[in-house]
C-alpha cells in the first residue's frame, strides 16, 4: 500500500493520560499536514512539515500537542494530559511541492479516531 | 470570519437534479483550489482541482472567480451515489503552503 497511513486507527484513553499517534506519509511526498476534525465540521489544520521542518502551528495547537518529523518521512502527533475535548478524528496527508512552487493536492490517511473517557 | 466559507447545507435533492455548491475564500493570496469529497466516518478525497478557466469532469463543473474570491462547483444528473459532504480547499502562501477546508457542504441525494 502506497498510500499515507496512520496508526492506530482508533484509541480510547482515559482524562490526563498522554497518547501518541502515527503517520506515514506517502514516500515522495515533502509535505506532511496534521488536522483535526469532529462532527459535522471540515478539517481543522493544526501543524505542517516541510521535510522535518516544522513550518507553522495553528493556535489551536496547545501548549500539550506536540508534533515531530525527525528525518522528514514519518510523524508522530503527541497530545499529553488528555481531555475530553480532545476527542476528534485527527487526520494526516501528504503532498509534493510541485512545478512552480505549486503544492499537488493533499492526500489524507484514513484518521485516527480517540475517544478521551 | 473564517477563511473558507461554504454553503451550510444540508441539500437534499431528488435523483437527477442539478445541484451547485459555493464557496468563498478571504485571503487574496491564495495559489491554488480544490473541491475534496468526503464520505460519512471516511477521510477527504480529491474530487477535482479548480482552474481559472473552469473545469469539467463528467457530471462535474467546477468555477474559480479570483476577482470575488469565490469558488463553486455544479453537479448534474444527480446520482445516489453522490451522497456525501463536499469540502472546498484552499492552498495558501503563508510562507509555506497551507492547506485550509471549508467546513464542508452535506449532500443527501434521495431516489
Known amino acids: 500500500d502506497t498510500g499515507v497511513s496512520q496508526d492506530p486507527r482508533h484509541k480510547i484513553t482515559k482524562r490526563g493520560q498522554n497518547v501518541t499517534f502515527r503517520c506515514d506519509p506517502i514516500s515522495e511526498h515533502n509535505r506532511l499536514y496534521w488536522y483535526r476534525q469532529t462532527l459535522g465540521q471540515g478539517p481543522e489544520f493544526l501543524t505542517y512539515?516541510?521535510?522535518?521542518?516544522?513550518?507553522?502551528k495553528s493556535r489551536l495547537l496547545s501548549d500539550r500537542f506536540s508534533a515531530e518529523r525527525p528525518k522528514g518521512s514519518f510523524s508522530t502527533l503527541e497530545i499529553q494530559r488528555t481531555e475530553q475535548g480532545d476527542s476528534a478524528m485527527y487526520l494526516c496527508?501528504?503532498?509534493?511541492?510541485?512545478?512552480?512552487?505549486?503544492?499537488?493536492?493533499?492526500?489524507f490517511g484514513q484518521g485516527t479516531r480517540l475517544t478521551v473517557v | 470570519r473564517k477563511e473558507v466559507e461554504q454553503d451550510p447545507g444540508p441539500f437534499n435533492v431528488p435523483e437527477g437534479a442539478t445541484v451547485a455548491f459555493n464557496c468563498t475564500y478571504s485571503n487574496s493570496a491564495s495559489q491554488s483550489f480544490f473541491w475534496y469529497r468526503q464520505d460519512c466516518r471516511k477521510e477527504p478525497k480529491l474530487l477535482m482541482s479548480?482552474?481559472?478557466s473552469g473545469n469539467e469532469d463528467g457530471r462535474f463543473t467546477a468555477q474559480l472567480n479570483r476577482a470575488s474570491q469565490y469558488i463553486s462547483l455544479l453537479i448534474r444528473d444527480s446520482k445516489l451515489s453522490d451522497s456525501a459532504t463536499y469540502l472546498c480547499?484552499?492552498?495558501?502562501?503563508?510562507?509555506?503552503?497551507?492547506?485550509?477546508f471549508g467546513a464542508g457542504t452535506r449532500l443527501f441525494v434521495k431516489a
Open positions: 480547499v484552499v492552498n495558501k502562501n503563508t510562507g509555506g503552503f497551507k492547506t485550509i
Open positions: 512539515f516541510q521535510n522535518e521542518a516544522q513550518l507553522e
Open positions: 479548480v482552474y481559472s
Open positions: 496527508a501528504s503532498s509534493s511541492t510541485g512545478a512552480g512552487r505549486m503544492d499537488t493536492e493533499a492526500f
